[in-house]
Every structure is written in C-alpha cells, then in structure tokens.
C-alpha cells in the first residue's frame, strides 16, 4: 500500500516562498504519476500542479504558474512542490496524491485520476 506523507507547510507573509516535500513508501515511486492540490477553507480541492512519473512533464493551475514548481527524486521517493511569490488567496490545506502508471507516462490534472493521497499541510499566507 502506498503511503504518501507532506511536510513544509506553515504560515509565511504575502510574497514569501515554502517548500512542500512529499515522502513516499510502500510502492515504486518512479511507477506513478504525482500532483498537487489544494483545498482553501469551504470550499473544493483543486489541482496546482501535476508531474509525470518520469519527471519529464509537468502542468500548472493557471492561478499558480511562473510561481510554483513541482519536481520529484524518484531515487529518494520524495515528491516537491516549491512556492514562490505567495499570495493570501494560496492560503489553503495543500495534498500529495499519486497514481500508478506503467505503460503510459502522462500527467493527470483531474482528482479522480489519482489512487494515492496524503493527509494535507496547512500552508497560510497573510497579507
């Protein structure tokens, strides 16, 4: 069963940049595709950014590109989304999802796609 655990969450100032990190176990990491969403207070979660499991593709939520990445260390099962230039309206719980690919290699942008989520990290930019 894969496990995926975020970490790097916190509260920072408007314009101010975190780092998530997402640890993996329990599966090979470089057999799935991996994302980020996020869920602001009351409302759905959406997806921020998406990697193939090569790490050769990515997709961005038109709200955070030119400001976040994503990247991933398939030798180190690690998964990361870096944030720059945040905003009071990226305040929000942000999830770790993953989903086995073998065959193909896209990058999902839809939540239904994914089978693998992590518990969320609070990420809260004030003004």
């Known amino acids: 069963q894969v496990q995926l655990v975020e970490s790097g969450g916190g509260s920072v100032q408007d314009g101010g940049s975190l780092r998530l990190s997402c640890a993996a176990s329990?599966?090979?990491?470089?057999?799935?595709?991996m994302g980020w969403f996020r869920q602001p207070p009351g409302k759905e979660r959406e997806f921020v950014a998406g990697?193939?499991?090569?790490?050769?593709?990515?997709s961005y939520a038109d709200s955070v590109k030119g400001r976040f990445t994503i990247s991933r260390d398939n030798g180190k099962n690690m998964g990361y989304l870096q944030m720059n230039s945040l905003k009071p309206e990226d305040t929000a719980a942000y999830y770790c999802?993953?989903?086995?690919?073998?065959?193909?290699?896209?990058?999902?942008?839809?939540?239904?796609?994914?089978?693998?989520w992590g518990q969320g990290t609070q990420v809260t930019v004030s003004s």
């Open positions: 999802a993953g989903r086995t690919t073998v065959y193909i290699d896209p990058v999902y942008t839809d939540r239904a796609m994914y089978n693998y």
């Open positions: 329990g599966g090979t990491f470089r057999n799935y595709a």
């Open positions: 990697i193939n499991r090569s790490g050769g593709s990515t």
